[in-house]
Structures are given as C-alpha cells and as structure tokens.
C-alpha cells in the first residue's frame, strides 16, 4: 500500500516556510516565486500555522487588509493537522476529505519534513487506478506474460 513517503519522494525536497512576522505580500510573492497554494509558518519552536490561497480570498482580500502591513500571524490557520510519512495514501485521503483541508504538513521525530497536498493525493491514486487498468485490459486479453 502507498504512503506518503512514496508521494514525498516525487516531490522537490523543499518546503516553503516562512517566519512568523512576515507580511502577507511577502508570503504571497514566496507562494507565487514557487508556483504553490500555501507556506506553513515557523518560529523557533517550530510549525505555528499555514497560510493558504484561501486565507488570501478569505482573510485578507474579503476583510479589506493590508497586504503590506498585515502579517501572517494574524490570518493563518493555527488548526494544523500533520501526517506522517508512513501513513497511508487512503488514510491521509480520508482526512483530507472530511477535515476539508487541502495540504497537510509531515512530520517525522518532530521534524517538518515535507508538504502533501489533495492533489498529490489525486495524482497517487490516479496513477495507481491507470496501473489496475491497465493490468486488466492485459489479462483480458490474455497477456498476462507482463
């Protein structure tokens, strides 16, 4: 069975953070210079939140904030759940779907160790239903050498 590690290993080994007191034009030229939909937010303890494209729409644009003056601080998510590199793609989808969460931090020891997003979820199980099929139009055919 997949698990996250396998989407990570795919993955650039980078993850877009930035420090808690950064503005959100700042963030958002980070999310914009690496074409991505979100950056999680450290300090020196660590993971403090995300800041997401929605928290742009919904936090800052809807509210009338100043990109240059408002920080991350005051609109991310602090809500934060994290998955583990072992963790199954399906148990990761599950959360997904009923968290309604779209990237999903992994950790390991502690340790921010990667991103996983819904639609790295989709492109795993994608891949994987395009591998069943074609397995099984080679078996009805009678293929089955491969």
């Known amino acids: 069975m ?6 990570l290993e795919h993955k650039n080994s980078e993850v877009a953070t930035v420090p808690v007191g950064t503005t959100i034009r700042q963030a958002v030229k980070v999310m914009t210079k690496m ?7 450290t300090d020196d303890k660590g993971l403090r939140g995300i800041f997401t494209e929605r928290d ?3 936090r800052v644009v809807a509210e009338k904030k100043d990109p240059d003056t408002t920080l991350v601080d005051d609109v991310m998510s602090t809500d934060i759940m994290t998955c ?8 990761v989808s599950r959360f997904i779907s009923t968290a309604r969460k779209r990237h999903i ?9 990667g991103i996983c997003t819904a639609g790295d979820i989709m492109a795993s199980v994608l891949e994987d239903r395009t ?9 009805i055919q009678g293929d089955i050498s491969s």
């Open 131 to 139: 591998i069943q099929v074609e397995h099984l139009k080679r078996y």
């Open 56 to 58: 742009v729409m919904k």
């Open 84 to 91: 583990s590199p072992d963790d199954t793609i399906e148990e």
């Open 35 to 41: 074409s991505i939909g979100s950056v999680l937010i």
């Open 105 to 113: 931090p992994v950790t390991e020891n502690g340790k921010l160790i």
């Open 2 to 7: 997949k698990t996250v590690r396998n989407i």
